[in-house]
Structures are given as C-alpha cells and as structure tokens.
C-alpha cells in the first residue's frame, strides 16, 4: 500500500457521475489541443522551438503520470526509454530509409517492447528497488550506447534528417504537430483508461494490491501493459527529441533528464494530468530561458528544491491544489448537482 | 445438498507454530457457513489460503468440483470466489461507487483496444455495470454515499462498502472476515438481515464472526476452530451443546 | 598471480567504501526501513570540508569537521525534511532524499565549481611492496579505518541498542510499547549513518577525486552493493558491497574495464530478479 504517494483529499479517478459531465472536459479539451494546434502557425521560430521542445518533456511527464499517479510504480526508467527512443529513430530513418511516419511507429513499438521487458524484470520487485532497477536499466544502456561505435560511441550521432510524410522535421512547426498529435493520443488514451476497467484495474493495484487479486484483477498484467503503453510514448518523445536535437550522444539517457522529469510530475501532482502539463510548461521555459536570466547554474538546484518543497510541503503537487476542499467548494456547486441527478 | 467447496488436511506453519493444523472444512451449495474460534485459532490464515491470498503448506481445495490448491488469488477470484478482509482494504481515496465497481471487474467483457479509446461499446457496458452497482449500493443502503470517498465514512458503512465489493462480483462463494467486527449494534443486526438475504437468494457465504449470538442465529451449519484444529462441525444447535466448543470458546466469552 | 592480489586488494579498498556507506543505508533502513539516498552526497560534503574547505587547519582537525558536517547534515535533514513526510508515506521520503542529494551537490558546484578537483591523501601515497602486493598508505588507512568502523559498529549492535533497533524494524508500535523512545533511537542512526558517510568521504576523495556529482555515483553503487548481500541485515549488506568492490576489480582488470557500468548494474539487476532478499539475506516475511 506504500505503492502511492499521498492520498488525495478528493476523488481523483473515473468522474463518478460518468458520462452527463464527461461533455465539458471534453469540449475544453479539443478547444486546448486546437488553439496549441493553431500556434506554431503564427508564432515565431525560436518560440515554435520551444515549443516543440514542451511538447517532448510533456509527453515524458505524462507517462510518469501514467506510471506512478495512476498505477502507483515509482519509475526511474523514463531515460532508458527516452534514449533509446532517440538512438531508434535515428536508426530507424536514416539506416533503414524509412520515412517518420512509419519509421515513428517502429519506435513506438521499440518502446513498448522495451518497456515491457522492464515490466517484466520488475514484477517481483516494489518501490524503491523497482526505482533503481529501471535506474540501473538507464546506466546499462548508456554504458553500451557509449561502447557502439555503430552508434557513434561517445560523439553520438548527428548529421541524420528525420523526413515525415516526406518533408524535413528541421521545420519546428511539423515538430509541433507531430508531438501534439502524440500528445493527443496519450492523453486520450489515459483519459479513456481512467474511466474504465483498466484504470479501475490500476487505481486497485495501487491503493491495496491484495484486495485487486481478491477482486480478480491480474495484478502483473496490468503492471505490463501499463509499463508497455508508458514506454511506446516515452520512445516516441525520444525520437522526436533527435529531430529536435540534431544530434544524439549518450547524454539522452542521463539523470538530468529523469530528475527534470521527476520534478515536473511531482510538481504538477502525479494524479493530474493538467498539472503536469502546466508544470512541464513552466519549467521547461525556465530551463531553456535561465541563460537569458544568468541563472543557468541554478537550473539543477531548482529542480532538486522542488522535489524536496513540493514532497514536503504540497505533496499532491499544483494538479492537487486545484483540487483542494476549499477550491473544490468555490467552483463544485453545479457538479455537485450534476452528481446529484446521475445517482 | 451438493458441496461447493472443499478442503481437505489444509496446514499452514509460521516457523515453528502450525497455525492451521489439518482442517477439513466443506461448504454446501447455498449455505450459509459461520466459522469461529477464539482468538489466533487460525481462522483468517484458513481462508487466507482458500482464496489464495496465502501459500498453501498441505492439503488441498476443491471449489465447483476441480481442484483449486495453491491457484492465485485473482484466478480463484474470476473463478467466482469473492471475499472481504478482517482489516479494511478499501480503495480509500476513491468514491464508493468506484470501489464497488471494481469488484465487477470480471464481468466487464470489453478487451484492450476497446479501452483506450473509450468506444461506444465500453460506453454502454460501463452505463449497464453502474446501474447493476447501483442495485447493490440501494440493497445495503449504501446509495445516498454513492459519490463520497470511502476515507470520509464512517466505519460501519466503511464494513458495508467492503460486503458490496465483495458482491459487485456476483460470487458463487462470497467469503466474509468479521464483517461484523466494532459494528455498534443497530449495524449488527443490519448485517444479519443482509446475510439473511443474500442466502435467499441464492449466495453461498463462509463467515468469520466473533459475534456468536449473530452467527446462530443466521448460519446453517458452523466449524470451530481452535488452535488450528477443528473442534467441532455441525448445526448451530448442536455446536452450541457441544462440551469441547464450550470449554475452548463459549466459556471464555459468555459473559461478553 | 601479481594482477591477482593486485586487483584483489583494489577491489577490497574500493570495497570498503562502498561498505561504509553501505552499512549508512543499512543502520537506517533496519531499524525504520527509510533508504536516505543523500548519503552519498553527505559524503561528498565531508570530502570538501576535508580537502578543499578549510585548507588552513591541521588535517585532524579538518576530518573531524567534515565528519561533524555529515553527522549533522544526516540529523538535521531527517528532523527537518524527511521526517514528517517519511512517517506518512516512506517512499515520498525516499524520493525526497534522492532531491536532496541534488540540491547538496549543485550547492557545493555553486560554492566550489563544478570541474574535478584532486585530493591529496594526509597519510601520503607512498606505496609499500610486500611480494607480489604494492599498496599505498592511503589503501592501507582505508583498509584500517573501515575495519575499526565495522568492528565499532558491531559493539554498539551487540549492546543493548542493537536490540532496540531489531525490535523497532520488527514492530515499531511494538517497541514503543515496550518503552523503547523509537524518536531518540531514529536520531541516533541518523547521527551513526552520518558518521559512516562522512569517513566514506574523507577516505573517497583521494581515490575518486573530488566533484559535487561524486556522491550521486557513489551513492547509487554503494546502494547496490547493499542489495546484493541484503539490505535487511547490516552485515550482509557490508559483505555485499565488499563483494561487489571486489567484483567490479576484477572485471576491470580481467575483462574490461569500459564496461563497469554494464556489470555493476547488470548485478544488481539479476540480484532483485533472481532473489530480492539479497544473495545473503533472508526473505522477510510480510503479514496480511
Ligand atoms: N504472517 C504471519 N506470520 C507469523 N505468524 C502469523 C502470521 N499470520 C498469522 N500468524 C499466526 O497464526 C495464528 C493464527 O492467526 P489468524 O490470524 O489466522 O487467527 P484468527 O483466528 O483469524 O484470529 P482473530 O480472531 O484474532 O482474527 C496466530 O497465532 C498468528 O499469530
Ligand atoms: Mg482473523
């Protein structure tokens, strides 16, 4: 029962009152994936850069928010995949030839195999150790990235073009789209969990692990197939971040990325998808602007700070905030009856 | 009457203490079944073993006729066998209406890809289930907390909500431990009213109670434990004559 | 047989350390099974008190600082961070420990650089040769140190507070009932996990060289030194860093050394797949 964080004040899974409220979410939501869809149309280049670069760690928060928010698994693995991802679709696109649209569905696939195979080591393992074995996972990989000369040992690679449907992602703006459709995807694909037997599946698993056998759910099944999902995402970011980039060197699998990460969905709360994706906003400008500001050395202790504040100080994150008794009360009076009438 | 269940020599040791020391224990099809015993008579470990939560150290079970020893608690559970826990193991930070729908889990029929993106079909299963839930939650007067957290109850309802878990699965043997333990009284007697009624309409249940006025009263037929051995098995009547029972058990708690 | 007893006594100098800060991780999670993942960085901290801070000290008196430093850090960081978190939810604890090491070592990077720095050892570096073996001063004190640490170490467990804290990993409501004042054991561990940590550092430093990210490494190896024997008993968690120390010697030595990572981490993983408890340890058993 350790598994979770915090205990949420609120009910934070499936909306009890199903699908009478489940309109305006979704109506909020299409209005927030088409304004980001219109953006990088109209802005510039360095802020589409940026952008794009949002995008990527967004997708990585949201499966830690998959993986410890929902399912309650303390991962450290985001980098092993991400990397991997990386170095994936370099491989994939410029030795293969293969173009990004198919050649992105390879590394979501390299991903997900990837992280089923990390489910799989860690079934027989919980909490702190299953953290440091999918750490370890990260050291491994770049241990033998960095001894490849295949894959460019400790230089990397770069000078690769990643081409989709045909055209360069050097263009931010097909960068964009790319990570948003992405982006889209995953959260939809949570949203739709959430609501239903797997995510009912996962929330058992996590709050009492006993009590989800009892109840026949196959723990271990759903521990993989939710380690399966995170890892295609996190792959796929990987290899958005080479287009990204430019360059892929054994640096993609560190433990800055994974601390950044960590951070973001501590921050934002790990049972808040929104909060996560705020935060990842918020962050991820501060980061890439602290040189503009002269902070770049204090980018790493910030980050560090906020895991030891927000843990200490507000353990459900910003996303747990929203949801707080009191803010709940100013702006709950309809769901309330909405609740009312679906009972 | 046809057996549902059957134990035969099961054992269960904790080092050098045999917690459960070969019991046989057999329950008929529609009964319902009271198990007691004083104190640390290795009632929980028995069931513990029998749903699967624990590892089985001799013996075997046999449940709808096949043989079941040492199968995994989840496979038991979509096997049709459903239980609650002497200690709560309620989803506290979810609602209860979500509490009990995961006690459907077995029943809901949509497969994988279905899920992710929440098809109509999922749409229309999940409509049905909750509504079935709904049922359940009217039957033990659990409605009106429907959209609560369970943390926010109080503990009696909190014992109620673990029961319509325990039933959102819709068992062939529904297994209670103490489900009646710290209920004031008033609670009590809802709970054997509940049992009661479930027995009508067909449930088989095996209950753990400390509560023997209560178990006389509702049970068809009682085992009693004690010390890990079975000490007697046979019609409440009968039980509460039986000079062993009352030397090991009733004449240590008469008088609570 | 001269590459041998070489990389054998290598493996054994790197081992002790690993073993110091393995028997840190140790003392604490047997009692509260809290892993405080920023001893490492502690460590780092009392290798900058001893070498870089205060260079103007007599050398005795600047170990003795370092060491204080990382006693107090481990007390302070417990009352102060983790403690209130760590007693509702352990892992939320963990994690934060993990933030901490960060913050420590970007701290020190802001304070002192962040580009490696060498230590020099106050014992010299002077080597002896006896046969086949030539060995250092330096390897000779670590060898010492973490041998009267350990032995030391063994006394206090095998006095009266040893049992305490056996009852307090038992049972914690337990050993309070039975009077055991769980709050002052808990900061006496800290204190002792503090103490290991920093002689880690001092004794690291020379052989590492310092920088702010030293800690995190070291930190993480030693951590699976300590699974490999077993985290739930002090001793098995020792052997089990010492054990890998030695292995990783000679795998360096023997097969290749641009491929550490990939052992170091490899065994750690088949260690928690294959038999969770530790090579050495015992499976606990958990109650329903
Ligand atoms: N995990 C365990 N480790 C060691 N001993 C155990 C464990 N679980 C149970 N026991 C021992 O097994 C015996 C039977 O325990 P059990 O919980 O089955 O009794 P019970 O009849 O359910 O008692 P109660 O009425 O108090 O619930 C007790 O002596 C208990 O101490
Ligand atoms: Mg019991």
């Not at chain 2, 035969?8 to 007691?36: C, F, K, N, P, Q």
């Amino acid at each position: 029962m350790t598994d979770t964080l915090t205990r949420p004040r609120q009910p934070s899974t499936t909306d009890p009152a199903g699908h009478r409220r489940a309109g305006l979410p979704v109506i909020v939501a299409v209005v927030l994936v088409a304004a980001a869809a219109i953006f990088p149309a109209l802005s510039d280049y360095s802020t589409t850069y940026l952008f794009a670069y949002i995008l990527i760690i967004a997708l990585l928060g949201l499966s830690l928010h998959l993986l410890m928010g929902l399912m309650g698994v303390f991962s450290l693995g985001q980098a092993a995949l991400f990397g991997t991802g990386a170095y994936a679709a370099v491989v994939v696109t410029e030795d293969l030839g293969l173009d990004g649209a198919i050649g992105f569905v390879l590394v979501a696939a390299v991903g997900a195999v990837l992280g089923l195979l990390m489910g799989a080591v860690t079934l027989r393992v919980t909490d702190l150790y299953l953290a440091l074995t999918t750490l370890a996972v990260g050291y491994i990989f770049e241990n033998v990235v960095r001894n490849s000369d295949w894959l460019g040992g400790p230089q990397g690679r770069s000078g690769f073009s990643i081409m989709f449907f045909g055209r360069s992602l050097d263009d931010p703006r097909l960068l964009c789209w790319i990570g948003l459709g992405a982006l889209t995807l995953f959260l939809a694909v949570i949203a739709s969990m959430r609501r239903s037997k797997i995510g009912r599946a996962f929330m058992a698993t996590r709050e009492s692990p006993m009590a989800a056998r009892s109840i026949g759910v196959d723990a271990r099944r759903y521990k993989l197939l939710g380690f399966t999902i995170a890892g295609a995402f996190s792959a796929v970011a990987g290899g958005l971040y080479s287009a990204w980039s430019l360059v892929v060197d054994p640096s993609v699998y560190s433990i800055d990325l994974t601390l950044s990460v960590l951070a973001i969905a501590i921050v934002g709360g790990l049972r808040s998808a929104p909060g996560i994706l705020v935060v990842a906003a918020a962050l991820t400008y501060f980061r890439n602007s602290a040189g503009d500001f002269g902070v770049s050395d204090y980018v790493l202790l910030v980050y560090g700070s906020l895991i030891v504040l927000s843990l200490r100080f507000l353990p459900l994150g910003l996303g747990g905030l929203a949801s707080s008794p009191a803010v709940v009360r100013l702006v709950g009076r309809s769901g309330r009856r909405g609740r009312g009438g679906a009972a | 009457m046809t057996a549902l269940l059957e134990a035969r020599g099961l054992t269960r040791r904790w080092g050098g203490l045999t917690a459960v020391d070969e019991v046989d224990l057999t329950v008929h099809r529609g009964s319902l079944h009271g198990l007691i015993g004083p104190n640390g008579a290795g009632k929980t470990t028995l069931v513990n073993m029998i749903t699967g939560v624990d590892r089985i150290d001799g013996g075997r079970v046999v449940f709808q006729g096949a043989d079941v020893t040492g199968l995994a608690a989840h496979r038991l559970a979509s096997r049709g066998m459903a239980r609650s826990f002497q200690t709560s193991q309620l989803f506290e930070d979810e609602s209860v209406l979500d509490n009990v729908m995961a006690g459907r889990h077995r029943h809901i029929g949509y497969r994988f890809p279905h899920t992710f993106f929440y098809t109509p079909k999922v749409s229309r299963e999940e409509r049905r289930h909750r509504t079935d839930v709904h049922a359940i939650l009217r039957e033990l007067d659990l409605a009106v907390d429907a959209h609560r957290q369970v943390s926010e109850l109080p503990y009696g309802r909190r014992r109620l909500v673990e029961l319509a878990r325990a039933m959102a699965s819709e068992p062939t043997l529904l297994v209670l431990d103490e489900p009646a333990a710290g209920l004031p009284g008033s609670d009590v007697d809802v709970l054997g009213e509940v049992l009661r009624r479930l027995r009508r309409n067909g449930y088989t249940i095996l209950v753990i109670e400390h509560n023997i006025g209560l178990l006389m009263t509702i049970c068809d037929r009682m085992t009693v434990l004690s010390e890990g051995r079975v000490i007697a098995d046979d019609e409440p009547a009968v039980v509460r004559e039986s000079p062993r029972v009352i030397e090991a058990y009733l004449g240590r708690t008469d008088d609570a | 047989m001269e590459t041998f007893v070489l990389l054998l006594a290598g493996g054994l100098v790197t081992g002790a350390i690993y073993a110091l800060v393995a028997a840190g991780y140790a003392v604490l999670y047997t009692a509260t099974g809290f892993v405080n993942f920023a001893l490492g960085a502690q460590a780092m901290v009392a290798g900058y008190l001893t070498y870089a801070a205060f260079v103007d000290l007599p050398v005795v008196v600047r170990i003795l600082i370092a060491v204080a430093g990382s006693v107090l850090l481990s007390v302070l960081s417990w009352v102060l961070i983790y403690r209130r978190v760590a007693e509702k939810d352990m892992l939320a604890g963990v994690i934060m420990s993990f933030g901490f090491s960060i913050v420590l070592a970007e701290v020190v990077q802001l304070v002192a650089g962040g580009i490696p720095r060498p230590a020099r050892s106050p014992v010299g570096s002077t080597a002896h040769s006896l046969g086949p073996l030539s060995i250092s001063n330096h390897s000779i004190a670590v060898l010492a140190v973490s041998a009267v640490l350990f032995a030391l170490l063994g006394l206090v467990l095998s006095s009266r507070g040893g049992t305490a804290i056996r009852a307090m990993f038992q049972d914690k409501e337990m050993a309070e009932t039975l009077g055991i004042p769980t709050h002052r054991v808990t900061l006496w561990l800290f204190a002792l996990s503090g103490v290991f940590a920093g002689a880690a550092g001092v004794l690291a430093a020379p052989i590492l060289s310092l920088s702010p990210h030293m800690g995190t490494r070291l930190a993480l190896i030693a951590f699976v030194g300590a699974v490999l024997g077993g985290l739930g008993t002090i001793r098995s968690a020792i052997a089990g860093a010492v054990l890998l120390g030695l292995l990783e010697a000679f795998f360096a030595g023997y097969i290749s050394s641009d491929w550490r990572a990939t052992l170091v981490f490899g065994v750690f993983i088949a260690v928690l797949v294959v038999r969770p408890a530790g090579v050495l340890g015992r499976i606990a058993t958990v109650k329903v």
